[in-house]
């Protein structure tokens, strides 16, 4: 649980370095962190269902951010 719970917060940081360009601390904290998470993660078996369950919420997330991206581009709307 601790190592989902450091790759969570990494991506979190990867995030906020997306959302706020240029700030080194949450970026570099994130990367670490995720590093540190996925490294955890290793070492034990990994199960399908586990899998499935963490990558849903970041597909449909990569999905929605798609969508907004192309309702943007049909409307010539700028952000």
Known sequence: ????????????????????????IPGAAGGVLLMLGIAGMMKG?????????????????????LLIAWRGRRNKTTF
């Open 1 to 24: 649980m601790r190592d989902v719970l450091l790759a969570v917060a990494g991506l979190c940081g990867v995030y906020a370095e997306f959302i706020w360009p240029g700030k080194v």
């Open 45 to 65: 078996p990994v199960d399908m269902r586990a899998v499935e369950l963490l990558g849903a919420p970041f597909a449909l997330l990569t999905l929605a951010l």
